[in-house]
């Protein structure tokens, strides 16, 4: 078993920057893939970043150039540096992670681990 726990999320004005955290414990030594994903409201989840154990990194269309994910294997942890925030950015951000690198970055369901998620507002 895997538990994560984001944390970083808060209130930022359009064009601000922030950097959620996300720290991984239990069976961390199997980890692969470990990603962040978002939900706005009355949308479906989707692939924010993703990284491999071994550095290789995916971002999603819209976030490329503004969001950097990095992971720290060592502490099992993983971190999107989000810069350039728009209010469109506004969602729940939740870590996640599994033991193998997910076929599809895209599908959700290929991962395993979730945390319970952290809030990002971006005002206007």
């Known amino acids: 078993q895997v538990q994560l726990v984001e944390s970083g999320g808060g209130l930022v004005q359009t064009g601000g920057s922030l950097r959620l955290s996300c720290a991984a414990s239990?069976?961390?030594?199997?980890?692969?893939?470990m990603g962040w994903y978002r939900q706005a409201p009355g949308k479906q989840r989707e692939l924010v970043a993703g990284?491999?154990?071994?550095?290789?990194?995916i971002y999603a269309n819209s976030m490329k150039g503004r969001f950097t994910i990095s992971r720290d294997n060592a502490n099992a942890a993983v971190f999107l540096q989000m810069n350039s925030l728009k209010p469109d950015d506004s969602a729940v951000y939740y870590c996640a992670a599994d033991l193998y690198e997910p076929t599809t970055w895209a599908d959700d369901s290929g991962l395993e681990y979730w945390g319970s998620g952290t809030l990002v507002t971006v005002s206007s």
């Open positions: 239990g069976n961390i030594a199997r980890i692969n893939g």
């Open positions: 990284v491999t154990s071994d550095g290789r990194a």
